[in-house]
Nanobody, 128 residues
Framework: QVQLAESGGGLVQPGGSLRLSCVTSGFTLDHYAVGWFRRAPGKEREGVSCISTGASNTNYADSVKGRFTITRDNGKKTVYLQMDGLKTEGPAVYFC?????????????????????WGQGTQVTVSS
């Protein structure tokens, strides 16, 4: 059974940092790209970052470039999203997701339609 479990969310002050973790099970993480997405109340879910197989390629939304870093540890079956320089904004739920087959090596997309399995999410709130 494929599972993805996010953790690491919380309340942080503007300018602060959080590291989100996505622990996976039920599949071989090495073989799949993984994406991070977020959804704020009343807004569409948007792609934040993704990482390809072998970590050879990463993509970031323009709004987070230079502040967020995505990494993966296949041995720990975990994908991380390091978020620095967080900006004041309302609560958002961050999700990680596994890409939809067929597997494409070395590429990843920020389109949610490319992903098939999703975690339950972890909430992040940036506020003073």
């Amino acid at each position: 059974q494929v599972q993805l479990a996010e953790s690491g969310g919380g309340l942080v002050q503007p300018g602060g940092s959080l590291r989100l973790s996505c622990v996976t099970s039920g599949f071989t993480l090495d073989h799949y790209a993984v994406g991070w997405f977020r959804r704020a109340p009343g807004k569409e879910r948007e792609g934040v970052s993704c990482i390809s197989t072998g970590a050879s390629n990463t993509n970031y939304a323009d709004s987070v470039k230079g502040r967020f870093t995505i990494t993966r540890d296949n041995g720990k079956k975990t994908v991380y999203l390091q978020m620095d320089g967080l900006k004041t904004e309302g609560p958002a739920v961050y999700f990680c997701a596994r890409v939809r087959p067929p597997i494409r090596l070395g590429v990843c997309s920020l389109s949610e339609y490319e992903y098939i399995d999703w975690g339950q999410g972890t909430q992040v709130t940036v506020s003073s």
